[in-house]
Nanobody, 126 residues
Framework: QVQLVESGGGLVQAGGSLRLSCAAS????????MGWFRQAPGKEREFVAT????????DYLNSVKGRFTISRDNAENTVYLQMNSLKPEDTAVYSC???????????????????WGQGTQVTVSS
């Protein structure tokens, strides 16, 4: 069975950085697109970043472009989200997700993902 386990969340001051990791197991990681989503209290889950199965294509929520970077290490079966210049409005539970079928490009909708991690809390203080 597929498992996605996030780590790296925490409390950081505005302007600081965090790197989230998502370790995947259960099927060939290198074949599947990956994504990061977040959900703040009282708000709906929103797309943050996506990376294609090959790693050649990425895309981001407009408000994080230039600050966040998604990457993957297929040898380590891990996807990362480097978050710089963090703002209080970035506070949320961040979850990684894996696409439904192999060889897909970037995926922007939560319904396009089949497996989800449990999430990791990111809190940015002002």
């Amino acid at each position: 069975q597929v498992q996605l386990v996030e780590s790296g969340g925490g409390l950081v001051q505005a302007g600081g950085s965090l790197r989230l990791s998502c370790a995947a197991s259960g099927r060939p990681f290198r074949l599947y697109s990956m994504g990061w989503f977040r959900q703040a209290p009282g708000k709906e889950r929103e797309f943050v970043a996506t990376i294609s199965w090959s790693g050649s294509s990425t895309d981001y929520l407009n408000s994080v472009k230039g600050r966040f970077t998604i990457s993957r290490d297929n040898a380590e079966n891990t996807v990362y989200l480097q978050m710089n210049s963090l703002k209080p409005e970035d506070t949320a539970v961040y979850s990684c997700a894996q696409g439904r079928t192999p060889f897909q490009s970037r995926l922007f909708e939560s319904t396009q993902y089949e497996y989800w991690g449990q999430g990791t809390q990111v809190t940015v203080s002002s």
